[in-house]
């Protein structure tokens, strides 16, 4: 079957190079010719682990090609993915390839849209005379793992009212499901709020580990022990119970507020909801607090910062607490350094004139009166903590993320300050 995939920006990008990975052929279309040209050579404009490796393979296999004509995935594919990053004009975007495609056509919405739109959009299909299938697929796909995320997922939810639809994609997803990955067939309604909902509950969970972590500094318990001992239970798991995560990532912040607006506009109080928002919103203030506690002032200080993106094995900086850090420093008067090893060039276009962005995690700590661990980058840890100690001015370490050796590097000599480790 020959696939088409809607949209060449973050998630049309991962989804047409894994699907063709599963060894079906796939045509990804965007309007930008510039984009479709670089993503072709597997030139990317953000960074996700392993996916130009992905679409290299693909490309040179002749399963994974780019086009500017929208006829061409219109009219010569069995499914067409529609996968772009922004849901504004989605209705538009399905009517208007529902007026060429193949009457058995499917048409598959990954991108996150608020709940009732397949069912608006199906029943403008109907009204139009177009016989094609909609299927509304929510795909939980985490920025910097999103390739394992997708070929790996916990489980895959389909939201149609079409059976014949429903064996497309059954199709489409054998590879997957063989290895044992449940899929659930639902309605459109259930399959646009399990995304919204799984992001919130994930928030949930992070806010309620980093308010015990503020409880274990009062109490003189280690916030990471008791995330271990409480993950070992199999009713709550140990994914996102980390002290110092925080959420983030590219969809993420607008799942959250479309879950709150739908439960305001039916007169439904998400009380739990509203209190991971404030808490996840409230996490770079704590992080301040904590960091400023240690030093008698931060006016004129110098700080540098390991880590810009929100999380390690990607450039995203959306929900990035080291941006909201270096923020917050710079308005009470200290100069920040700072590294990333792929993030910069997004954190430049927020903090250009700002922030001193450095070519390593040494320049960023030469010279600074503390240095903070903002994003878990595993090269972190392999630093050399001895030169670290020389060419800082001051030996303070704040550990945002809990990843580093505490024992070590007190032994050492350093003061180091991590989330609820007293």
Aim: with cysteine; aromatic share 6%; charged share 25%.
């Amino acid at each position: 079957m020959n696939l088409g995939v809607y949209g060449s920006g973050y998630l049309g990008t991962v989804v047409s190079a894994c699907l063709a990975d599963l060894g079906m052929p796939v045509t990804c279309y965007d309007a930008d010719t510039s984009l479709v040209m670089e993503n072709a050579q597997g030139t990317l404009r953000f960074h996700e682990k392993n996916l130009k490796e992905i679409i290299r393979r693909n490309v040179r296999a002749d399963r994974l090609m780019y086009t500017t004509e929208i006829e061409t995935i219109a009219r010569r594919t069995g499914a067409i993915f529609i996968a772009e990053d922004d849901a504004s004009d989605i209705d538009t975007v399905v009517l208007d390839l529902a007026a060429v495609a193949a009457p058995q056509a499917v048409f598959v919405i990954v991108t996150p849209t608020p709940v009732g739109t397949a069912r608006k959009i199906e029943e403008e299909m109907r009204r139009r005379g177009y016989k094609q299938h909609v299927v509304t697929q929510p795909m939980f796909l985490t920025d910097g793992c999103a390739v394992e995320d997708f070929n790996w997922p916990d489980r895959l939810v389909l939201g149609t009212t079409s059976n014949d639809a429903v064996d497309v994609l059954k199709q489409i997803y054998r590879p997957i499901v063989m290895r044992g990955v449940p899929l659930i067939v639902t309605s459109h309604e259930t399959a646009e709020l399990v995304r919204e909902a799984s992001t919130a509950f994930v928030a949930t969970k992070m806010s309620f580990i980093n308010e015990l972590a503020s409880l274990c500094d009062h109490v003189q318990a280690d916030a990471t022990d008791l995330a271990l001992a409480m993950g070992l239970d199999k009713k709550i798991g140990p994914r996102c119970l980390q002290p110092g995560a925080r959420i983030g990532g590219t969809f993420v912040e607008n799942e959250m507020n479309a879950l709150a607006l739908l439960a305001e506009q039916f007169g439904v109080s998400l009380k739990v909801l509203s209190a991971a928002r404030e808490v996840n919103h409230g996490f770079s203030d704590h992080i301040m607090e904590k960091l400023t506690s240690v030093m008698p002032t931060v006016v004129g200080r110098e700080v540098g910062i390991l880590g810009l993106a929100f999380k390690p094995n990607t450039n995203c900086i959306a929900g990035s607490v080291s941006l909201s850090l270096a923020r917050g420093l710079i308005s009470k008067g200290a100069r920040v350094r700072a590294y990333d090893p792929v993030a910069i060039p997004e954190a430049q276009r927020e903090l250009n004139d700002v922030v001193h962005f450095c070519q390593n995690a040494y320049e960023a700590a030469e010279g600074s009166d503390a240095l903070v661990v903002g994003t878990s980058w595993p090269e972190f840890r392999a630093l050399d903590w001895q030169r670290m100690k020389r060419i800082l001015k001051n030996p303070v370490i704040f550990d945002t993320k809990n990843m580093l050796d505490a024992p070590r590097l007190r032994t050492m000599g350093f003061r180091y300050v991590g989330i609820g480790r007293s």
